[in-house]
């Protein structure tokens, strides 16, 4: 393979790794600040032992989290040198104030959260728990203002030529509030409170078809299901808000999610199916389709044009069977999680999800749904993307380093593979040994005290 192809096969795994993490630690962030702040306000011992034994995992995902993101600054500068040079400005500023209204929020109040308990008053340690969450989610408003540069650029002009030509900032506030940045925040922030709630269902379903710590399995579910089932509405609501996003900004991406290679009217949207490219002549979407619908999600009106591929040079379009397939793996895997969210609800609400060991079972492999959803819906934006590194600016094939070796980057990409490998072997022995031991009984006495038991049965 050429060193481009290795290279963004590297960024690629480098990100898809990483972006197993972020999502857990927003939904877990939120939460936490809803078990404990149900602690402080009902004084129920069990939702304390809750909240330490689910800071617990986020502290784990947390650090692996962060270990696994260094890389990528590297690489920026490694192999996408020329990438690095271009957007520098606009990366260095938004990426300055991660670091220092979100990573320095986060990480120093995590201390507080994680060994505060028995030494600082109830309301301060919340306090730290309320920082801790909104630390990670400012974190997702930086790297989404990034990388949203990248999908819809503006408020910056372009200084210099050829390899030095940069973008520079004119107006920061208008870099940040770019055309796609607040739906694609808003999007990706339901994915983070998805994978969170679907990460504390499925460990209580656990718990509950093995017989063990019912009482807490039982709380804990019903409110990673109150949680999962807002998210996924709200998820279904941003989607539909950002698809149309797409259809103003980046109509190729929008005609390569649905296979679309003729501007028509009246566009028929697929609910399953593929891409059929055999036919040179008129490759198109086949499957079940929906005449109009994708015309009205797009512009709220069945008989709108929505623009095909077949205004777009064929150097321009992105891979269109593979942006249709995460595109489409993303909404199917979405509608599946509001399916379960709602039915387990509606059985948690009626107190029957106790024997529905079926439906339990389900609740425990649940938790694969929104990390995949997660990864397809970051494939199908990026890949909707190409040619683009920098949408409408900087080819992908530009943005590579001159000096950068083939051979470099596939012994890099060989060594990360074996240690990513190893960081997700860590993470799973150490999240499997936390779920086996269980919530510890001595949280159900907190600060030192014996739990009340006329408050243990609230």
């Known amino acids: ?18 972006y197993l993490y972020p999502p857990l630690s927003i939904g877990l962030g939120l939460l936490l600040v809803c078990m404990e702040g149900l602690w ?25 989290g962060v270990a696994t993101g260094i890389v ?24 300055a104030a991660e670091g220092i209204f979100a990573f320095f929020l986060e990480a120093g109040f995590l201390a507080v959260l994680l060994f505060g308990w028995d030494k600082v008053s109830r309301k301060v340690h919340f306090l730290s728990t309320c920082m801790v969450c909104l630390g990670a989610h400012f974190s997702a408003v930086w790297i989404t203002v990034a990388n949203s540069f990248m999908q819809t650029p503006t408020g ?54 093995k017989n063990r710590h019912e009482d807490f399995a039982l709380r804990s579910l019903r409110i990673g299901l109150t949680v999962a089932l807002i998210a996924s509405v709200l998820q279904a609501v941003s989607g539909d808000m950002s698809a149309r996003e797409v259809a103003r900004m980046q109509p190729p991406k929008l005609a390569a999610f649905e296979g679309l290679y003729e501007t028509q009217s009246n566009a028929p949207l697929t609910l399953v199916g593929y891409v059929d490219e055999q036919d040179p002549l008129k490759p198109h979407a086949v499957g079940l389709q929906v005449p109009g619908l994708l015309s009205f999600l ?22 269109v069977a593979a942006c249709f397939m995460f595109f489409h793996g993303m909404v199917a895997i979405g509608s599946a999680l509001l399916l379960i969210a709602a039915l387990g609800c509606f059985f948690s609400w009626r107190k029957r999800l106790v024997n529905y060991r079926w439906f339990l079972w389900i609740l425990v492999f649940s938790v694969l749904g929104p990390e995949i959803a997660n990864e397809m819906g970051w494939f199908a934006a990026e890949v909707g993307r190409q040619p683009w590194i920098v949408y409408g600016l900087l080819r992908t094939p530009q943005g590579l ?5 083939a051979e470099t980057v596939l012994t890099s990409l060989i060594l990360f ?17 936390k779920i086996q031991h269980g919530p510890d009984p001595d949280d159900l006495a907190p600060h030192g005290k014996l739990a009340i038991p006329h408050l243990t049965a609230q």
Request: aromatic share 16%.
């Open 417 to 433: 593979t074996f240690i990513y490998c190893l960081l997700f072997a860590v993470f799973v022995y150490l999240l499997n040994h």
């Open 401 to 405: 380093s001159a000096v950068v070796r």
């Open 156 to 209: 910056f002009h372009i200084v210099g030529e050829g390899l030095h030509a940069r973008a520079e900032v004119t107006d920061f506030w208008k870099m940040v509030m770019s055309p796609s940045s607040g739906d694609r925040l808003f999007h990706a922030l339901c994915g983070g409170w998805c994978a969170g709630a679907f990460l504390v269902v499925s460990v209580s379903a656990f718990y509950l078809l």
């Open 298 to 319: 797009a512009w709220h009106d069945p008989h709108a044009v929505v623009k095909g591929l077949d205004q777009v040079p064929p150097a321009d379009r992105p891979p």
């Open 1 to 18: 393979m050429d060193v481009l192809t290795l290279a963004r096969i590297q960024f690629g795994a480098t990100v898809a790794f990483h």
């Open 40 to 64: 402080l306000k009902t004084k129920n011992p069990v939702y304390h032992q809750m909240a330490r034994f689910w800071t617990r995992v986020f502290a784990l995902t947390f650090a692996i």
């Open 72 to 95: 990528m600054e590297f690489e920026f500068g490694t192999n996408w040198a020329t990438y690095s040079r271009f957007v520098g400005d606009v990366f260095g500023s938004a990426l």
